[in-house]
Antibody, heavy 119, light 111 residues
Framework: QITLKESGPALVEPTQTLTLTCTFS??????????VGWIRQPPGKALDWLTV???????RFSPSLKSRLTITKDTSRNQVVLTMTNMDPVDTGTYYC???????????WGQGTRVTVSS | QTVVTQEPSLTVSPGGTVTLTCASS?????????ANWFQQKPGQTPWALIY???NRHSWTPARFSGSLLGGKAALTLSGVQPEDEADYYC???????????FGGGTKLTVL
C-alpha cells in the first residue's frame, strides 16, 4: 500500500524560504519509472503542478516557478524535500506530494499540508 | 506559456450523462499527453480517477470513462450520482522542460 505524508511549517513569513518534506512508504524511489511530485492549491483555486523528481534524479519544474524551486530525494529515508524561496502571500495554500509513474499517473496523494504566508 | 483549458462549470441531472473536456494550447491532445483525471470534493484531497487517457484505477467506478474527443481529452460520467458533484481536474504530461500542467478545473453540479 502506497502512502505519502507532507510535513513542514504551517506559517512562513514573506521573503522566507519554505521547506517541505514528503515521507512515503510502499514504494522505492530507486525503482525505474517512479517519481514523486509536488502540487499546490491556493484556497478556493485550482490545482497547480510544481515539480517532480524521478528515480534517476531527473527533475522537472513548473516554468513559472523554476527559479524558486529545489527538489531533492533521500532514497534511504524514503523522503523528498521541496524548497521554495522568496515566499509571498500568494503562495498560501495546501501543498500535496504524490506518487507518479508514466504508466499509472499521479495515482496516490498525500493528505496535504497547509501553508500560510504572512507576517 | 502553455495553458490547459477546462469548462469552468457544468450541470447534469441525476442519472444523466455529462462529458468534461480538457484542451491544450499547444494543439490537439493525443495519447502522448497521458491525460489524468481527478475528482476533488470540498475540503478533501484530490482523488485519481483516470490515467493514460482511458484507464480507470482499480477504485474508479465504471461510470467514469476517459477518451480523446475532437482533439481534447474527455471524461464522461454516465448514470451520474448525486455524490459525483465535485470539482474535476485534468493533468497533462508534456515531458521536456514543461513537466506537467493541470487544467483550471470544472465544477460539476448534479441538479
Amino acid at each position: 500500500q502506497i502512502t505519502l505524508k507532507e510535513s513542514g511549517p504551517a506559517l512562513v513569513e514573506p521573503t522566507q524560504t519554505l521547506t517541505l518534506t514528503c515521507t512515503f512508504s510502499g514504494f522505492s524511489l530507486s525503482t525505474s519509472g517512479v517519481g514523486v511530485g509536488w502540487i499546490r492549491q491556493p484556497p478556493g483555486k485550482a490545482l497547480d503542478w510544481l515539480t517532480v523528481i524521478y528515480w534517476d534524479d531527473d527533475k522537472r519544474f513548473s516554468p513559472s516557478l523554476k527559479s524558486r524551486l529545489t527538489i531533492t530525494k533521500d532514497t534511504s529515508r524514503n523522503q523528498v524535500v521541496l524548497t521554495m524561496t522568496n515566499m509571498d502571500p500568494v503562495d498560501t495554500g495546501t501543498y500535496y506530494c504524490g506518487h507518479w509513474t508514466l504508466s499509472d499517473g499521479l495515482d496516490v496523494w498525500g493528505q496535504g499540508t497547509r501553508v500560510t504566508v504572512s507576517s | 506559456q502553455t495553458v490547459v483549458t477546462q469548462e469552468p462549470s457544468l450541470t447534469v441531472s441525476p442519472g444523466g450523462t455529462v462529458t468534461l473536456t480538457c484542451a491544450s494550447s499547444t494543439g490537439p491532445v493525443t495519447s502522448a499527453f497521458h491525460a489524468n483525471w481527478f475528482q476533488q470534493k470540498p475540503g478533501q484531497t484530490p482523488w485519481a480517477l483516470i490515467y493514460s487517457t482511458t484507464n480507470r484505477h482499480s477504485w474508479t467506478p465504471a461510470r467514469f470513462s476517459g477518451s480523446l474527443l475532437g482533439g481534447k481529452a474527455a471524461l464522461t460520467l454516465s448514470g451520474v450520482q448525486p455524490e459525483d458533484e465535485a470539482d474535476y481536474y485534468c493533468l497533462f504530461y508534456y515531458g521536456g522542460a514543461q513537466g506537467m500542467i493541470f487544467g483550471g478545473g470544472t465544477k460539476l453540479t448534479v441538479l
